[in-house]
């Protein structure tokens, strides 16, 4: 079980936005900065969102990244075919581990 | 250019040891700040944190596994190797390895090595 709670699957149509959440603790979330990974089949996890809202050179706007107290929020604007991947939250726990979430499942219908 | 490499695919017996390393260019970590993780990915599961290894030679280690898991580095030749004890087939899985910056996040993974438990 992931320490980080994430939907298991989102869906949304071609130009739509979609979110996607992750909740976690006081030490985790809470207390440190979140990272979002997009992992499209067959590949590694490729970095989306750092520093719980900056996108790293290459990452289109159309992803953004927010975080609110103990929850993070990953949102997808104007939804393309190619968004179709999983999608992993993570941060930093005070008690010294990484933690991830169970990852979310993106399905553009 | 940060590029990052693990190791062959292999398989292993039940309660054999695992040896992954984790070959890398582009950075050194010597240079204070500087973190390289261990990640993994059982068939259709999430991915996992496993540990790290700092510029400083500092080490952190999950909870869960850290009985069987040594992480640890050649500067020189830029290799991180990391050793699990006791593999069971549940710890079949893609294990990757990726740069850490500044604490932060993962901005950099190898291409992961899929590694087989089986009898």
């Known amino acids: 079980q992931s320490v980080l709670t994430q939907p298991p699957s989102a869906s949304g149509t071609p130009g739509q936005r979609v979110t996607i959440s992750c909740s976690g603790s006081s030490s985790s979330i809470g207390s440190n900065y979140v990272s979002w990974y997009q992992q499209l089949p067959g590949t590694a996890p490729r970095l989306l969102i750092y520093?719980?809202?900056q996108r790293p050179s290459g990452v289109p706007d159309r992803f953004s990244g927010s975080k609110s107290g103990t929850s993070a929020s990953l949102a997808i604007s104007g939804l393309r075919s190619e968004d179709e991947a999983d999608y992993y939250c993570a941060a930093w726990d005070d008690s010294l581990t990484w933690v991830f979430g169970g990852g979310t499942k993106l399905t553009v219908l | 250019q940060i590029t990052l490499k693990e190791s062959d695919p292999t398989l292993v017996k039940p309660t054999q040891t695992l040896t992954l390393t984790c070959t890398f260019s582009g950075f050194s970590l010597s240079t204070s700040g500087v973190g390289l993780g261990w990640i993994r990915q059982p068939p259709g599961k999430a991915l996992e944190w496993l540990a790290l290894?700092?510029?400083?030679?500092?080490?952190r280690y999950s909870p869960s596994l850290r009985s069987r898991l040594t992480i640890t580095k050649d500067t020189s030749r830029n290799q991180v190797v990391l050793t699990m004890t006791n593999m069971d087939p549940v710890d079949t899985a893609t294990y990757f390895c990726?740069?850490?910056?500044?604490?932060?996040?993962?901005?950099?993974w190898g291409q992961g090595t899929v590694v087989t438990v089986s009898s």
């Open positions: 290894i700092y510029w400083d030679d500092d080490k």
């Open positions: 520093g719980n809202n």
């Open positions: 990726a740069h850490e910056a500044a604490g932060d996040y993962f901005d950099y």
